[in-house]
Every structure is written in C-alpha cells, then in structure tokens.
C-alpha cells in the first residue's frame, strides 16, 4: 500500500492540510499568481456554506509558513515548486499511480 507521505520521504505532502487549503493551493495552481481577493471569489464560488474573507487570507499565511505559497508585491500569491511537487504527490495518490521507493513490509 503506498501513502502520500512517509517519513523518509522528502516530498512535500499536504495530507495534513484541510480540504480549504488544498482547495486554495488548487486554485493557485490553475490560474497563477493571484490577489487574495480573486482567490476568496473562487473559493466561495465553491463552497456553498461560504468561506470567509479573513480565513482565506489566514489559509494563505498557513500556507506560506509551509512553503508552499510565496507572495511577492505584497499583495500577489503564488504557487511554490515545493507546492506545486506536493499537488502532483496528492493527485498521484488519488488517481492509485503513486510509487514509493521503499519495499513494502513482508
């Protein structure tokens, strides 16, 4: 059985993440660099409960201090390479074609 994420591994994962920042980190992902207020929209466009303004922009800082966003001008996001590596990971793992390095435990 693989896993998104192992201790020896030095990939990113987000599999402690919430569906809200994988959700932010998506989005981020397919439009580029973005304001957070655009990101906000897309968010709620989503979410029929609603999301508020100030939790995407505390789901954006979370996801800074993990590497996984960068902001430049201040006001613009984006996507980081470990980010977007720890996207891939994550779609790899859903679609079953994640491989691990490591022999499984007999």
């Known amino acids: 059985m693989t896993s998104p994420h192992s201790e020896c591994d030095t990939t ?6 919430s569906a809200v920042h994988r ?6 992902a397919q439009t580029g660099p973005c304001q957070p207020h655009s990101l906000h929209y897309a968010l709620t466009d ?11 922009c505390d789901t954006l800082e979370e996801l800074i201090e993990r590497e996984f966003v960068a902001t430049y001008d201040t006001t ?7 980010g977007r590596r720890a996207l891939s990971t994550r779609q790899a793992w859903q679609a079953g074609t994640l491989t691990t390095s ?4 007999k």
């Open 12 to 17: 990113p994962s987000v599999a402690d993440l």
């Open 23 to 28: 959700d932010l980190l998506w989005v981020l």
């Open 46 to 56: 989503y979410y029929s409960d609603g999301i508020d303004y100030s939790q995407t």
């Open 76 to 82: 613009t996001y984006q996507l980081t390479e470990s």
């Open 102 to 105: 490591e022999e499984e435990p």
